[in-house]
């Protein structure tokens, strides 16, 4: 048999039956503390309380993100695999073992090369469906046409057709690019899952608490602040946000702080360019923080900007938006499934620092509309976005596979 055939489909088994458990693995690159792969988490733990037995198998670390899943009594599997070509067949022998050997009824690929991992164990663990969830725009970009990555979308291209059951995109844009790139059909659009356990928290902490808050980073009461938390990456738009701060500080009178959130290559770029921009005394970098920190400092904020170019369905304004804070966000790829322009949070166009600017100034210019904005944003989190919502739509997704 050719190693991507399509072997006989398994019969369809009682365990999928309405109401009943499914055992799954998820595969995963790592558990860094980065968006797709806290979505992921978010649905696992979601599936788990739901009565399903899940796994996940991460190929490398980090595993920031292993004892979140791990407290929540999910199994995770460090597999340490070799990078490069090989190390992917080896990734894939090991998963297919723990397929046979844990009777998995679902792999689940979640990130770039995980989903070509699963798709290569279809001989090696042929009881098993396989579900892709595909979770950027990332063969829309420049770097997608260099002769390397075009070779590789082949490969994956022949991986996702020959080999997968089910393929889920986390937004509209999403599916289609998918659809278009990889010559893919009929894509199961299901977002991304916000945890919202958190909505139990009040949102909207008391003076003495917000103060707290923002006396750690130097903010006075009456400064604004807003909070980025993106990995330093071209695709998050960060030059553009640091653009409109700087036309915020020369347009207006107030004074507006930034705490820029995350980790990533771009990091020593973006600080000589708040240097330039004489803007030191504005924006504040801190690594990468877990949602125990981050949320609080998210909640002590007085809105959330959200600056990307490029996007498939991105956690941070979603999680922003249950701890009902007014967004201003870039209408990118999957951006405009999560907020309603005018509704739940204000949109402009990507790459274009004067706009942003102007959304700024203008809730921070009109207290009743940043507040029905804020609550319109959570409420809209709670009904379309919520982990169980999500779960429910995933867990009719695997058993539509039969």
């Known amino acids: 048999m050719p190693l991507f055939a399509m072997p006989a489909k398994p019969a369809a088994n009682a365990m999928f039956f309405e109401g009943c458990a499914v055992k799954i693995l998820h595969v995963t690159l790592s558990l860094l503390r980065a968006g797709a792969e806290q979505a992921m988490v978010n649905l696992v733990i979601a599936l788990q309380k739901r009565g399903h037995d899940c796994e996940v198998a991460a190929l490398r670390g980090p595993y920031d993100l292993a004892p979140d899943l791990e407290a929540a009594g999910v199994v995770v599997h460090r597999l340490e695999g070799r990078r490069g070509n090989f190390g992917a067949l080896a990734s894939a022998g090991r ?43 990332a063969y829309d970009r420049e770097s997608a046409k260099a002769p390397r990555a075009r070779l590789l979308k082949i490969i ?16 509209a844009a999403t599916a289609r690019s998918y659809e278009r790139h990889l010559k893919l059909k009929n894509i199961c659009v299901i977002p991304n899952a916000i945890h919202v356990d958190a909505v139990h928290l009040n949102p909207n902490p008391d003076a003495p608490e917000k103060e707290a808050i923002r006396a750690r980073f130097g903010i006075a009461p009456e400064e604004v602040l807003f909070v980025l938390p993106a990995r330093f990456t071209p695709e998050k738009g960060h030059v553009f946000l640091l653009q409109a701060l ?19 290559p771009l990091r020593a770029e973006l600080e000589a360019q708040v240097r330039k921009l004489n803007l030191h005394d504005e924006v504040v970098f801190l690594s990468s923080l877990p949602q125990a920190e981050l949320f609080p400092l998210i909640k002590a904020s007085d809105l959330f900007v959200f600056s990307s170019i490029s996007e498939g369905f991105p956690l941070a304004p979603a999680e922003a938006m249950m701890l009902e804070r007014c967004v201003v966000a870039t209408r990118v790829g999957g951006v405009p499934d999560l907020i309603e322009d005018g509704i739940s949070g204000l949109l402009v166009e990507p790459a274009n620092a004067p706009a942003l600017a102007g959304a700024i100034e203008r809730v921070l210019s009109d207290d009743a509309l940043r507040s029905r904005l ?11 976005f919520s982990d169980d919502v999500i779960a429910a739509r995933i867990e009719e997704f695997y058993r539509s596979l039969l």
Request: charged share 20%; net charge positive; hydrophobic share 45%.
């Open 95 to 137: 998963v297919a073992r723990l397929a046979r050997e844990h009777h998995i009824e679902i792999l689940h690929g979640h990130i770039f090369p995980s989903n070509a991992v699963v798709a290569m164990t279809r001989r090696a663990a042929p009881q098993a469906r396989r579900v892709v969830t595909y979770n950027n725009l």
């Open 156 to 171: 994956n291209g022949v991986l996702m057709r020959g080999a997968m059951d089910g393929h889920i995109g986390v937004s």
């Open 246 to 264: 700087h036309l915020l500080k020369a347009n207006s009178n107030r004074r507006v702080r930034a705490l820029l959130v995350g980790d990533g």
């Open 374 to 384: 804020g609550r319109a944003a959570r409420a809209r989190i709670e009904t379309h």
